[in-house]
């Protein structure tokens, strides 16, 4: 909506450069478009083959160390939104899921992205992504540690 | 040449894999489709609107603009200013990569887009709101309060390790 309404004044200001602009946005879309249907695809692989019930054996109540990397882990390769993603991680947590694993499958959850690399590394190269998710996956650990001290 | 190639052999690769999945579990090959169908509805009503603004921004707002408010010398100032955009984003971590590299291109400071990243991902008003309610204050406020020192220190590290060797090229 936002869009439109800016399209819209920008077109009354000046033609030339919106249509510029529209020229921008068509050719970063095509040279997005084939690689994000890849990792749509890829996504809905990993959410057929990995159903909640089998994370939530992994990061359940009897999961100690091991289950809080292996939801790390989770977090990092699975990509659900967070209106799915928080009943989900709610209701491991009532079923007395160990607090650290899900705070570390909720935070690498939303700041590591496995699937989306690819889509990264084209906008900022490998070696910004690769630092960026895994930087932020030891933070995850980290922040996971913390809130397993402070909220048992 | 042989990148442009990669996302169709991916591609290929995928449907073989479905086409195999169907034949031994129909229901399975059904599940994968209708799941990527949900996500590619949604990246298809996000994902152009912010490719349109990001192509406005390029051509209506001047570099120094953004190189004032998010460049080397903003200090403070571009911290809280990228800090702001990030919350202000909508939708998932994909749509912030486009905004990020043209933000770069704007003369943006890499620590600067990194936070921007990192918040887009990680802290918005509604899922905040999300969280409470089906983790508790608790839990979401104290993770919270941890995401945003760890992100500043993400941006630290990363642009200490990569500022050597950083040059933003054109894709």
Redesign the interface.
């Known amino acids: 909506?936002?869009?439109?309404f800016?399209?819209f004044f920008?077109w009354a200001k000046d033609k030339k450069?919106?249509l510029?602009?529209?020229?921008?946005?068509?050719k970063?879309?095509r040279?997005?478009a084939?690689?994000?249907?890849?990792?749509?695809?890829?996504?809905?692989?990993l959410?057929?083959?990995l159903p909640p019930q089998i994370i939530s054996k992994t990061i359940g109540p009897e999961a100690g160390f091991k289950g809080v990397i292996l939801a790390a882990l989770f977090g990092s390769i699975v990509?659900i939104?967070?209106?799915i993603a928080?009943?989900l991680?709610?209701s491991f947590?009532r079923q007395g899921a160990n607090?650290s694993a899900?705070?570390a499958f909720?935070?690498t959850l939303?700041?590591v992205?496995v699937v989306?690399a690819p889509?990264?590394a084209?906008?900022?190269?490998k070696?910004?992504t690769f630092?960026?998710n895994s930087?932020?996956f030891v933070?995850a650990l980290?922040?996971a540690y913390?809130?397993g001290v402070?909220?048992r | 040449m042989k990148k442009g190639l990669l996302?169709?052999t991916?591609?290929f690769a995928?449907l073989v894999?479905?086409i195999f999945v169907y034949f031994s579990n129909p229901g399975?090959a059904l599940?994968?489709?209708?799941?990527?169908?949900n996500?590619?509805l949604?990246?298809l009503s996000i994902?152009?609107?912010?490719?349109?603004?990001?192509?406005?921004l390029?051509?209506?707002v001047p570099k120094r603009v953004i190189e004032k408010a998010m460049g080397e010398a903003s200090g403070l100032k571009g911290v809280l200013f990228s800090l702001f955009v990030g919350t202000a984003g909508m939708g998932?971590?994909?749509a912030a990569?486009?905004i990020?590299?043209s933000l770069?291109r704007k003369g943006a400071s890499l620590f600067n887009v990194?936070i921007f990243?990192?918040v887009w991902?990680?802290i918005?008003i509604?899922?905040i709101l999300?969280?409470i309610?089906?983790?508790?204050a608790?839990?979401a406020g104290?993770?919270l309060a941890?995401?945003i020192p760890?992100i500043i220190?993400?941006a630290w590290?990363?642009n200490t390790?990569?500022r050597r060797?950083?040059r933003y090229?054109k894709?």
Do not use: H
């Open positions: 909506m936002a869009a439109a800016f399209l920008s450069k919106t510029a602009s529209l020229k921008f946005a068509w970063s879309f040279s997005m084939l690689l994000v249907v890849v990792i749509i695809w890829v996504i809905g692989f959410l057929a083959f990509l939104q967070a209106f928080f009943p991680a709610g947590l607090i899900i705070a909720v935070t939303v700041m992205g989306t889509l990264e084209k906008f900022f190269g070696k910004f630092w960026r930087i932020s933070f980290l922040i913390i809130m402070v909220l | 996302s169709p991916f591609l995928l894999a479905n399975k599940a994968v489709l209708s799941s990527s169908k996500y590619l949604e990246m994902l152009p609107p912010i490719l349109v603004l990001i192509g406005l390029e051509v209506w998932p971590l994909y990569f486009p990020g590299a770069l990194t990243l990192c991902a990680s918005k509604p899922m999300f969280e309610k089906f983790l508790g608790d839990f104290l993770r941890l995401t760890s220190a993400i590290v990363l390790a990569l060797s950083w090229e894709n």
